[in-house]
């Protein structure tokens, strides 16, 4: 994880500086990497002054531990005033916790989890993502086709859910109120993840007619 950020951000025009305990573990850059390589741990001050840590825009924290990753996200933003910092978490209950401290997280065991069910189960059954928490999901309905002409307004009124947006053709659209929805549109909503069964039954059937 951390080379592969470590390039794309070199890519991007960023300088980066690498920390691990574990000098070989540098291996992983590509030769013509040209940020700094510091051998320590990443929640010591000494090293972390070492990497430039002073001057840096943000610091992202990606080993294979948890309470190292947000102890030193926590030093890097409590002690060197960093205010654009990231945590690799695998416990989600954690990240929740760390969430509410002001630390960013990515819970990786739950984010992955949800890639992986999103492709061996039926569409819309896993979301495209949640909050650290899990509270909130954006994901992707199946929509009956009786819902095609019927405007963004009337569907959300009637599953009880926000449209976040619409892929029609390749291109994603922002919906308003009067925008209809078109065959062959392909629906994401954004709803609290407890609601989202009674969404999609909703909407994976033809929409019920007014008398």
Sequence with gaps: MGSTLAHILEDSGHSVAIIDRDPQAFRRLRAGFRGRRVTGIGFDKDVLEEAGIESAGAYVAVSSGDNSNIISARVARETFGV??????????????????????TVATVRWTADQILRRVLPEGAEPLWRDPTGAVVLAEVACHHGWVGTTAKDLE?????????????????LPKNDSVVQEGDILHVMAVGSDMDRINKVLSAAPEEEH
Excluded: K
């Design 83 to 104: 205010d654009n910092v990231v945590a690799r978490i695998y416990d989600s209950r954690r990240a929740e916790v760390y969430q509410r401290l002001g630390i960013p």
């Design 157 to 173: 009124e009637a599953a009880g859910t926000r449209l976040a947006f619409i892929n029609r053709m390749g291109e994603t659209l």
